[in-house]
């Protein structure tokens, strides 16, 4: 198991506009992208093939940092997002690619 901090989305991005914007939250596709974007730094010779699941339990607000916790499995990955100890997602991600470890 694994653990790496992921930056907070700034209050001023654009998508945060029209996600309500009197008490904005980072939607999920944004945090989706953001694990993604983690994987390809971490596995760079694997490519994220499908979004098997994604699960959104907890909003994640503007200014939060979040860790992704992930588990490697043969051609998949594990992850959950936490901030503060309490899980906001979780899912799975297939991997695949020449000389990777999936």
């Not at 653990?3 to 998508?15: G, K, M, T």
């Not at 990955?77 to 899912?91: L, Y």
């Amino acid at each position: 198991m694994w653990c790496e901090l992921v930056s907070p989305v700034p209050a001023d991005h654009p998508c945060l506009a029209g996600h309500f914007p009197a008490d904005p939250i980072v939607p999920g596709t944004l945090i989706l992208e953001r694990v993604i974007d983690l994987m390809k730094r971490r596995f760079p010779q694997s490519e994220v093939r499908e979004v098997i699941s994604a699960k959104f339990m907890q909003p994640l607000r503007p200014g939060q940092t979040f860790e992704v916790w992930g588990e490697d499995k043969p051609g998949r990955v594990q992850f959950e997002c936490r901030v503060d100890g309490s899980t906001i997602a979780a899912g799975k991600l297939l991997l695949a690619g020449v000389g990777s470890r999936h």
